[in-house]
């Protein structure tokens, strides 16, 4: 499989009045053909640079952003457009012609490139049926729901045939159920297009329910990289805990008490693993929270379980859950 972007050693710092500020330090990943790839992090955290980096509109300060092998920052005004054309783009603010029907603003980027009249509106056409809005076709955006805006978006940004697609929050701005069928036509059309993806955002609900691999970005670090399924099971950095871990408004009822997550998989989720626990030890644990959720279309479940305060009982208990297959770690 090849790389459609390689970032290497990247930084990107702003000037302003004298001060300089770093939004990327030393970033270095791969994006691969057909994937749908994630970056993640909090607010602020330096992901939509980072994705503006990949199509030139941020001019990186140090190391190489390459497409398909190309390094970006070598390219001419005219190949730089060029490469425009395949990397298309989608954003939070849906940035639709208010002015123009939903005809017009997903044949826009045809015209700009010449295409004759009845071609690009054939074409259009065929990117509104797609995302289910043929019946829209002479409707202004300002009759359209939020949803409805982002499906116009996405079909004007796959009217150029692009080989990638940018997602910039791009349903941040929308309600979970809409963000869901959003996030489902995008996985439609990765795998009936062959469409490699990169999504933004800040939230995991929307990385574990689509992406392929995952990167982490922490105050402008790449903190981690991985498989969604690695990364949730067992992620390794702070940043990564923080976004993967629920959040656990229960202290140990005693210090000498240990707090873990036991998190598993399609495979172990039928199990009854805690009574399993108390019938084949006879120790009990205190369930503090609990819940389940698709990961790459695969349920996954993760407990926040207390501990007995008897070190040699939490060793066996560990061990218990370690045998059964299950993903353990201590939290706090």
Request: glycine fraction near 8%; proline fraction near 3%; aromatic fraction near 6%.
């Amino acid at each position: 499989m090849s790389n459609v972007f390689e970032l290497k050693n990247v930084y990107k710092t702003y000037k302003n009045d004298g001060r300089e500020f770093t939004a990327l330090k030393d970033v270095s990943l791969e994006v691969r053909e057909g994937e749908i790839f994630g970056i993640i992090g909090m607010s602020g955290a330096g992901k939509s640079t980072l994705v503006r980096t990949l199509n030139r509109l941020e001019e990186v300060t140090g190391g190489s952003v390459l497409f398909y092998d190309k390094e970006l920052a070598s390219l001419k005004a005219a190949e730089l457009r060029e490469v425009r054309h395949l990397i298309s783009m989608i954003f939070q603010g849906f940035n639709l012609v208010n002015q123009r029907t939903v005809l017009a603003n997903v044949e826009q980027p045809l015209k700009i490139a010449g295409v004759a009249r009845r071609e690009r509106r054939e074409k259009a056409l065929q990117m509104l049926e797609i995302v289910g809005l043929e019946d829209k076709k002479d409707v202004f955006p300002a009759r359209l729901s939020g949803g409805q805006k982002q499906r116009v978006a996405i079909a004007r940004a796959l009217a150029a045939d692009p080989k990638v697609l940018l997602c910039d929050e791009a349903t941040s701005a929308l309600d979970p159920k809409i963000t869901g069928e959003i996030l489902d036509l995008l996985k439609k059309i990765n795998i009936e297009r062959k469409l490699t993806i990169v999504i933004i955002t800040h939230e995991m609900s929307v990385v574990e329910k689509i992406c392929d691999r995952v990167a982490i970005i922490d105050d402008g670090i790449l903190a981690e990289v991985g498989d969604v399924r690695d990364v949730f099971s067992d992620p390794k950095s702070k940043a990564a805990k923080k976004l993967v871990f629920p959040s656990n408004p229960f202290d140990p009822s005693d210090p000498a008490r240990k707090v873990i997550r036991i998190v598993f998989d399609g495979t172990h989720s039928s199990e009854p693993f805690i009574a399993n626990l108390v019938e084949q030890t006879g120790l009990k644990v205190n369930i503090l929270s609990a819940n389940t959720r698709s990961v790459g279309g695969i349920g996954f479940g993760q407990m926040i379980i207390e501990l007995p305060e008897s070190l040699d009982d939490q060793k066996k208990i560990i061990d218990f859950f370690i045998k059964g297959g299950l993903s353990v770690s201590e939290v706090g």
